[in-house]
């Protein structure tokens, strides 16, 4: 990893900390960050020639593994047609129509860049719908860098041990009723003092932020009836879970209908798009329909759109889901067999292929009883799994994924990799 090193030393004299983006510095599993050159398949290829078997997959948007031929000659297509416009296009429509197609909720779709422009945005207009200042979130789940959700965030910023970030005005903090993720009797006490006071209760459905945490059974479903029964609006933010667990969303699964939905990563096909969007009455609160003032210059992005398009047509026709779920649980038993027979303490949490190995022996359930896991052990871990060639995410608190590209052959020698970093 010698020209990784040479980079990131170049890098940390005109980027911030090297990186655009904290987790990418390495700074929760210790040494030098490695920087990629190129990816194919279920495979990352560094600057220095190594290989490695991604398990990170730019945090969850390719499902389908890197350079998918398809995705690529779409977004080829579109880019000899130009790169951008600041107009609108028949794409942006005809990707809205099949959001809305397998997410029913999404009666008015708006495209933008980033997931955290989606939330942001889709708060906005429930704060308007509502005429509601409070926003109820749950420990550890990450929203994005939204300023007022910046409160006990998870993800990135539960690894750099950040509670609130600086530069965040306690006044807009104080905006945000932060509480347990899972604990249905702490959401009952919140509407009980503040109920005429919350706009909207936003969470990610499957934790994916302080690690993949399972929602335990009826919480979802109780979210939905406090929030109906308080006239406040519930906010899905399916950024990771969109398209993830199933063709449509956690929602999806769990046969629960919020008022509005954020989207993101996998709707791009690997290139910058998200979306929000919801019922009706509420997104038409939104310019040039109504008062709430929402805009962006590479909002639908031709280039991503069509990227988008390709990836959702794949994953309607292939319908890899399956497939995906029975390699994940291979490569997940064989971890769990390995971990075992080295006397490792571990938990396994997943869902779809999605999952999270945390390095303890207790239950966990929520952003507290995570924070328990040994980060130390998971930065040996990952560290041993990187000279094997395996690429894990970088940090404790983070989901990792699979793709139909994922091979057998790809989960023997995870698994094998795995066993070797247990037992040292």
């Known amino acids: 990893m010698n020209r990784s090193r040479s980079i990131f030393k170049r890098a940390c004299r005109v980027l911030v900390g090297g990186v655009n983006s904290p987790v990418r510095a390495f700074k929760s599993v210790g040494g030098s960050p490695v920087f990629m050159r190129g990816g194919a398949g279920a495979y990352l290829k560094d600057v220095d020639g190594r290989r490695y078997i991604d398990y990170c997959l730019s945090w969850g948007p390719l499902i389908l593994g890197h350079a998918r031929r398809e995705i690529m000659a779409?977004?080829?297509?579109?880019?000899?047609?130009?790169?951008?416009?600041?107009?609108?296009?028949?794409a942006e429509m005809l990707l809205a129509e099949r959001l809305k197609s397998a997410l029913p909720s999404m009666e008015l779709v708006r495209l933008t860049s980033s997931g955290t422009e989606a939330v942001m945005s889709a708060m906005r207009v429930a704060r308007a719908f509502t005429r509601r200042k409070l926003v109820v979130k749950f420990s550890g789940c990450y929203h994005g860098h939204v300023d007022s959700l910046l409160v006990q965030a998870g993800s990135g910023a539960t690894t750099l041990g950040i509670a609130d970030s600086a530069g965040v005005p306690a006044a807009w903090a104080n905006t945000t009723i932060t509480l347990p993720y899972n604990d249905s009797e702490a959401v009952r006490r919140a509407f009980q003092k503040w109920g005429s006071r919350i706009a909207a209760v936003i969470v990610e459905p499957v934790a994916g932020n302080m690690g993949v945490v399972l929602p335990q059974n009826g919480f979802l479903r109780f979210l939905r009836k406090i929030t109906t029964r308080h006239k406040a609006l519930l906010i899905f933010?399916?950024?990771?879970?969109?398209?993830?667990?199933?063709?449509?969303?956690?929602?999806?699964?769990?046969?629960?209908?919020?008022?509005?939905?954020?989207?993101?990563?996998?709707?791009?096909?690997?290139?910058?798009?998200?979306?929000?969007?919801?019922?009706?009455?509420?997104?038409?609160?939104?310019?040039?329909?109504?008062?709430?003032?929402?805009?962006?210059?590479?909002?639908?992005?031709?280039?991503?759109?069509?990227?988008?398009?390709?990836?959702?047509?794949?994953?309607k026709e292939e319908n890899p889901y399956p497939q995906l779920a029975r390699s994940t649980e291979e490569l997940l038993q064989g971890i769990s067999f390995q971990a075992e027979?080295?006397?490792?303490?571990?938990?396994i949490h997943s869902l779809g292929s999605m999952f999270t190995l945390f390095f303890c022996a207790a239950p966990i359930s929520d952003y507290q009883s995570a924070k328990r896991a040994d980060t130390k052990a998971y930065a040996k871990f990952f560290q041993a799994l990187l000279k094997a060639g395996v690429y894990f995410p970088p940090a404790q608190f983070e989901a990792a994924f699979l793709s139909s590209a994922h091979t057998g052959r790809d989960i023997k020698k995870t698994i094998k990799a795995a066993g070797k970093a247990f037992r040292a």
């Not at 779409?74 to 028949?90: K, M, P, Q, Y």
């Not at 979306?275 to 329909?289: S, V």
């Not at 027979?341 to 938990?347: D, E, N």
């Open 74 to 90: 779409a977004a080829e297509r579109a880019l000899r047609r130009g790169s951008t416009f600041g107009a609108a296009t028949e």
């Open 237 to 315: 933010d399916e950024v990771i879970t969109g398209f993830r667990l199933c063709y449509g969303g956690a929602q999806t699964l769990f046969k629960i209908k919020p008022d509005l939905s954020c989207l993101g990563k996998i709707i791009g096909g690997g290139l910058p798009l998200a979306a929000y969007g919801g019922r009706r009455q509420i997104m038409e609160m939104i310019a040039p329909l109504g008062p709430v003032y929402q805009a962006g210059t590479l909002s639908g992005n031709p280039v991503a759109v069509a990227a988008g398009l390709e990836c959702l047509r794949l994953l």
């Open 341 to 347: 027979r080295a006397a490792t303490p571990l938990r």
